[in-house]
């Protein structure tokens, strides 16, 4: 279950967080003045985002590897073309 508390609230309910966190796998988000401050999220869910933050950084490093010999400005190409042609089908598609 997803819900927002108030920090003043999680601070008085921080066993009961947890509790529900760990066992139901809750989501609770925890804001000061009606901002979101933090989540607390299940261990397992968070070791989840950092597998696979870890394997993005990883594609990026090995990307950025086999391309270190390629000039900067054919990449920008390539990434402008990619773009258009993107955006392109994207406005076909609203145009339908």
């Known amino acids: 279950m997803k819900r927002t508390l108030s ?52 594609m990026i490093d090995e990307v950025h590897e086999r391309n270190k010999d390629v000039p900067y400005e054919v990449i920008q190409a390539e990434v402008d073309a990619a773009v258009r042609e993107v955006r392109e089908e994207q406005r076909a598609k609203a145009a339908k």
């Open 7 to 58: 920090a003043v609230e999680a601070r008085k309910k921080l066993g009961e967080i947890l509790e529900g966190v760990h066992y139901r796998g809750d989501e609770v988000v925890i804001e000061r003045a009606g901002k979101p401050m933090a989540v607390v999220i299940p261990a397992r869910l968070y070791e989840n985002i950092e597998r696979t933050r870890k394997r993005f950084w990883d």
